[in-house]
């Protein structure tokens, strides 16, 4: 017999953690948090869990994967509003915060469109620290197809990331950017732009 209450208490805290990394949003995270510990009595009822740890973390990146897609999908058609809890914060400035939201609401997005097993790699190994040799064991794969799954994420997001911000390219049109300001091209410098 699962003594549920334990596992809970002892790996709670880790699906709700990784849940959050991913979407960022409190009603979406309680939701997979259930789903997670839902699959995972399915789960312990087909056969005995020898490794918590590794099926709750496999669970949860798959039950966020699928809120996520599930997310964007639901935007395309309606525009969502922003989460309350994420609104408030007072240790960046409402620019900043605003910045990293659509940052982080676009890697969110790239994400979603990976193939499952390359969007797992990759949050294993950035979202969760782990090595190759740890996400081969937690992939069941070797550690060379962990670094090619890894690979293969990073450049789709890449390509992915780079064509959103061309989508956005628009409002910048006309500005040149470097390192130390942004200057309209083929004008002088001007004391009004700010330096970057």
Known sequence: MTDWEAILA????LVWQKAWRLLGNHADTSDCFQDVFV???ECAKRQEVRNWPAL???LTNARALDRLRSRIRR???FDEPADIGTLASEERSPAQRAES???TDHLREAL????AQQSEAFCLRFFEGMSYA???VELHITSNAAGVLIHRARGKLQSLLVNDASSYDARFRGLHFDSTSVVPPHSEAR???IPL
Do not use: F, K, V, Y
């Open 10 to 13: 002892e790996h709670g805290r």
């Open 39 to 41: 699959s995972a009595m």
């Open 56 to 58: 709750l973390r496999t």
């Open 75 to 77: 935007r395309d058609h």
């Open 101 to 103: 939201n659509e940052l």
């Open 112 to 115: 979603s469109q990976l193939p």
């Open 134 to 136: 740890e996400i081969a």
């Open 191 to 193: 004391p009004d732009i």
